[in-house]
């Protein structure tokens, strides 16, 4: 019988927007539970991934890029990313490795991070984008920013290094149970993950702003069948967003919706029945309860 001592704690994934904070717990968990686009500002609330192995359970929260917010919907994110930090032992804190000429807005986020008094550990992501010789003088020059836990540089997209930051994560956890059980991998329903899974496709397929314009809601989520059957909602703010959402004969809302479905049965491990509609709101962004209930705020239930 082994007696290593089973070890466990809750790990922030903090940094600015686009970092790639939701590919690294994706990566670290080898599912995606966390949705992931090319622009900034894709996560809005947290979302908990569960690393267990028979020794560790280690609790990864993504949270939303923290950054300068103005607009309901974005200081809500970052309250919500700054709220995460406050429960949590230990912080993974990511820059973007590829733009280290421009530290001043991550040097305002790891102030937030000195401030709550906590571990930090930096990661500098995106590796594979840079030559190597590069990284030495960015860890040398964040070296004297900051006493560091510890500076492992990955590339989260690659896998590489992330092996060697979760060593050094679960070194730094302190003895403690199992909080969930060790096959569960996140705290979201299948109801919330399918509905970010259609916000992601709505990121991929349409054009520059408009998905900060848009929110998804699950208006009905059935299981009782051997398919689940999922009704969703795709909220604008403007009647002439409408179309280009639905796109000619209906063909963008038809690709948003293969893509989500494909997904979607991936992570049910089932066939899906989807049916996607779209509404116009125009106060969603702007009012706080259209932001509770659309920005998926709270809609983990
Ligand atoms: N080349 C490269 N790209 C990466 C890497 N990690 C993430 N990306 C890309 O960076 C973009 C943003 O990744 P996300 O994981 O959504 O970033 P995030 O920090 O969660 O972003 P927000 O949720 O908006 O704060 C995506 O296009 C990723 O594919 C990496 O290691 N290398
Ligand atoms: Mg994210």
Redesign the pocket.
């Known amino acids: 019988m082994s007696e290593t001592p089973h070890r466990s704690g809750y790990v922030a994934i903090a940094?600015?927007?686009?970092?790639?904070?939701?590919?690294?717990l994706n990566q670290i968990l080898g599912t995606k539970v966390?949705?992931?686009?090319?622009?900034?500002?894709?996560?809005r609330n947290r979302v908990l991934g569960i690393y267990n192995r028979d020794d560790v359970q280690a609790l990864f929260l993504?949270t939303?890029?923290i950054h300068e917010a103005s607009g309901l919907l974005n200081k809500r994110m970052v309250d919500e990313a700054v709220g995460a930090l406050k429960d949590v032992d230990l912080v993974a804190f990511?820059i973007d490795a590829r733009r280290e000429r421009d530290p001043e807005r991550d040097r305002l986020v790891l102030d937030k991070l000195i401030k709550a008094g906590l571990p930090v550990v930096l990661v500098p992501?995106?590796?594979?984008?840079i030559p190597k010789e590069e990284l030495l003088p960015l860890i040398a020059a964040w070296a004297e920013a900051h006493e560091f836990a510890a500076i492992v540089p990955?590339?989260?997209?690659?896998g590489e290094g992330v092996g060697d930051l979760l060593k050094e994560v679960v070194s730094r956890l302190e003895e403690g149970p199992a909080w969930f059980p060790k096959d569960q991998i996140t705290d979201a329903t299948e109801r919330f993950c399918v509905g970010e899974l259609i916000r992601e496709s709505a990121f991929r397929y349409l054009d520059q702003e408009l998905p900060y314009a848009l929110a998804v809601e699950i208006e009905e989520f059935d299981e009782s069948d051997r398919l689940v059957r999922v009704m969703a909602r795709i909220w604008v703010e403007r009647e002439s967003q409408k179309p280009i959402v639905i796109g000619r004969k209906g063909s963008m809302l038809k690709r948003i919706g293969s893509t989500a479905r494909i997904e979607a049965e991936k992570l049910l491990g089932t066939k899906v029945f989807l049916k996607i509609t779209v509404g116009v709101d125009p106060r969603w962004t702007r009012h706080r309860n259209a932001v509770e209930r659309l920005g998926n705020f709270g809609g983990k239930s």
């Open positions: 940094g600015r927007p686009n970092v790639g904070k939701s590919t690294l966390s949705i992931v686009s090319r622009r900034p500002q894709t996560t993504d939303p890029g990511m992501n995106k590796i594979d984008e990955i590339s989260a997209l690659k």
